[in-house]
């Protein structure tokens, strides 16, 4: 067993992550921010940003700051939503359509050689145990992370 704390590993993973991917998508002028917008819209309809931010589990202050830098990048654009005025569709623009599969071919490549040593049983539980991880921070209070949630259990 390692001496690492476990979110040390899980800071260090994420950086280097980043930084490689921000070297592959440099050519393609995009940052790593953009990847889940445009495979999350390319995958399906447009949404509102709101139904953005829950599908990629951030707080709407944060996408709208990443959905700023895409749309001056010319990948996405927003148009007013069909049957609520306040809110907008985020729709792909046939820039964002293109690049779509080139990232999802660069981002399983870089993924899969990242993941290589690992047999594909081992890929598929390390993420159910980093999403299970997930699950269990996003239901602690903010000031106090040993107590439970109103989603949490036992």
């Not at 590993?9 to 592959?24: D, G």
């Not at 007013?80 to 306040?86: A, E, F, I, V």
């Not at 690049?99 to 598929?124: G, M, T």
Request: charged share 25%; hydrophobic share 40%; net charge positive.
């Amino acid at each position: 067993m390692t001496e690492l704390p476990f979110g040390f590993v899980v800071n260090l993973v994420a950086r280097q992550l980043e930084r490689h991917m921000s070297e592959i998508l440099r050519p393609l002028g995009i940052s790593p921010a953009a990847i889940p917008i445009l495979l999350t819209l390319g995958a399906g309809q447009p949404r509102t940003q709101a139904d953005l931010a829950r599908a990629l589990n951030l707080r709407q202050p944060t996408l709208n700051q990443t959905l700023a830098r895409v749309e001056r990048d010319d990948l996405i654009r927003r148009q007013p939503h069909g049957s609520d005025r306040r809110a907008a569709e985020i729709h792909l623009t046939d820039k964002g359509w293109r690049l779509v599969p080139e990232v999802r071919r660069l981002v399983d490549e870089f993924l899969d050689w990242a993941l290589q040593d690992l047999p594909a049983e081992r890929r598929d539980l390390l993420i159910r145990d980093l999403l299970t991880v997930s699950n269990r921070l996003d239901c602690a209070p903010q000031s106090t992370p040993q107590a439970k949630g109103p989603s949490c259990s036992p």
